[in-house]
């Protein structure tokens, strides 16, 4: 695969113990072909474990730390450090096993985070997080840098880890998609189709031509609207407040078109097994065509301010 030119889109694990006595690694690649599917089956219960992928594949390396911290499985000559727990629960319980009591309690119990150290002449630290004074996700960021020149950045993520793999395994099958929606705000459509697809297909379900392209313009909706809040963000984040008002006014008007096209201006119930909630009540062709050439328009406009701004361009 790697040979190939192959990307390593994820990698998860599964305790089939009550199945087939086994732990399974598995892994999505995509090749010039199309989408790879592998399942590595470990029939070692007590210590299970698995070649690292990270040396070929470098983006494996935190998720194989999340499989090991949600399931105990190891991978081999691999960064084992903690990934999702935070001291959330004990390092030899693993909340995805079957056998796991979603009920315990666990005390909170800090633990040391090794950090790779930068030493020499000069060399000053700088932590950020995990709280930050915005939505962003929250991160622990260690700065080591010599005045301006940042030498090394260590991140910790993880800390948005809420336990919905494990709500998924308790939730029926026709309410799922209400769960995947509410994974993350400002993805809703895109988790809760992603949701319905994998239920479609173990259905062998044909969902109506006209249902897809309702699908398609609700997801195209969402990824303009997170869109213009980053451009707004980046402007603020350089001190352009500016650009930050008129991206969010963009926003909002996009917003208001979701509440009279479908209902709800973010949508988290829009995508259902089988199709969607309902067809276009408002807006005509017309009136969304109106819009979008408004959108363009104002986001050029917007362009051309940030080029004359020094320290914006670049970001832009």
């Not at 070929?56 to 727990?85: C, H, K, N, S, Y």
């Not at 993350?184 to 239920?199: I, N, P, Q, T, Y």
């Amino acid at each position: 695969l790697h040979a190939s030119g192959a990307r390593l889109l994820t990698v998860w694990g599964a305790d089939d113990r009550d199945r087939n006595g086994s732990f399974r690694v598995r892994a999505a690649w995509l090749t010039p072909e199309g989408l790879v599917f592998t399942e590595h089956r470990i029939a070692d219960t007590e210590q299970p474990s698995y070649p690292s992928l990270a040396e070929l594949f470098p983006t494996a390396a935190r998720m194989q730390r999340a499989v090991f911290d949600l399931l105990g499985i190891r991978a081999t000559g691999a960064d084992m450090r903690g990934w999702l727990r935070h001291s959330g629960w004990p390092e030899d319980v693993f909340p995805l096993r079957r056998d796991f009591d979603s009920d315990q309690d666990y005390p909170v119990t800090s633990q040391p985070y090794p950090f790779v150290l930068v030493e020499g002449d000069g060399v000053h630290e700088i932590a950020v997080g995990p709280v930050h004074a915005g939505i962003i996700e929250p991160g622990h960021f260690r700065f080591s840098v010599v005045g301006e020149k940042i030498l090394r950045l260590e991140e910790r993520l993880g800390y948005t880890h809420k336990g919905i793999a494990k709500l998924f395994q308790g939730s029926s099958q026709d309410l799922g998609h209400r769960l995947a929606a509410r994974i993350s705000g400002d993805s809703a459509v895109a988790f809760s189709w992603a949701w319905c697809a994998a239920l479609e297909a173990i259905t062998q379900t044909v969902c109506p031509e006209r249902a897809i392209h309702l699908r398609a313009l609700a997801l195209e909706h969402e990824r303009v609207a997170n869109h213009l809040g980053d451009l707004g963000a980046l402007g603020n984040d350089a001190g352009f407040a500016f650009g930050l008002t008129q991206f969010s006014r963009m926003k909002e008007d996009l917003l208001r078109a979701n509440a009279d096209l479908f209902g709800a201006r973010y949508l988290m119930d829009f995508i259902l097994p089988g199709g969607v909630g309902g067809d276009l009540p408002g807006y005509t062709a017309a009136q969304l065509l109106h819009l979008y050439r408004e959108l363009e328009d104002g986001v050029a406009s917007m362009r051309s301010i940030y080029d004359e701004h020094a320290g914006i361009q670049d970001r832009f």
